[in-house]
């Protein structure tokens, strides 16, 4: 069982930079792949970025790619996603999930956070 927690969403402006975290607990922590998904009004929900339990293996939407980096501490039961260069098509609340392995669907994650909200003003 693995419960997350997402902070660090707020309103910012276009082109500024924003890290999300995302505090998990339980044991297991570090057997699970972890993940961001994002869903703005009236949209389904997206995958952002993943990455792997063991060497940190990770995989971005290409919307994100070379803007965005997921990382991990494992002791610190924490994943992060560094959001750079934020454009307004980024503002969506933003969700932390845990799963058995790195996935691109909502599907492949067991566990979620409630989420945290950001917003890029233009």
């Known amino acids: 069982q693995v419960m997350l927690a997402e902070s660090g969403g707020r309103l910012v402006q276009a082109g500024d930079s924003l890290r999300l975290s995302c505090a998990a607990s339980?044991?297991?922590?570090?057997?699970?792949?972890m993940g961001w998904f994002r869903q703005a009004p009236g949209k389904e929900r997206e995958f952002v970025a993943a990455i792997g339990w063991g060497v940190g293996s990770t995989r971005y939407a290409e919307s994100v790619k070379g803007r965005f980096a997921i990382s991990r501490g494992n002791v610190q039961k924490t994943v992060t996603l560094q959001m750079n260069s934020l454009k307004p098509e980024d503002t969506a609340v933003y969700y932390c999930?845990?799963?058995?392995?790195?996935?691109?669907?909502?599907?492949?994650?067991?566990?979620w956070g409630q989420g945290t909200q950001v917003t890029i003003s233009s």
């Open positions: 339980g044991r297991t922590f570090s057997i699970y792949a």
């Open positions: 999930a845990a799963g058995p392995t790195v996935a691109v669907t909502a599907g492949g994650y067991n566990y």
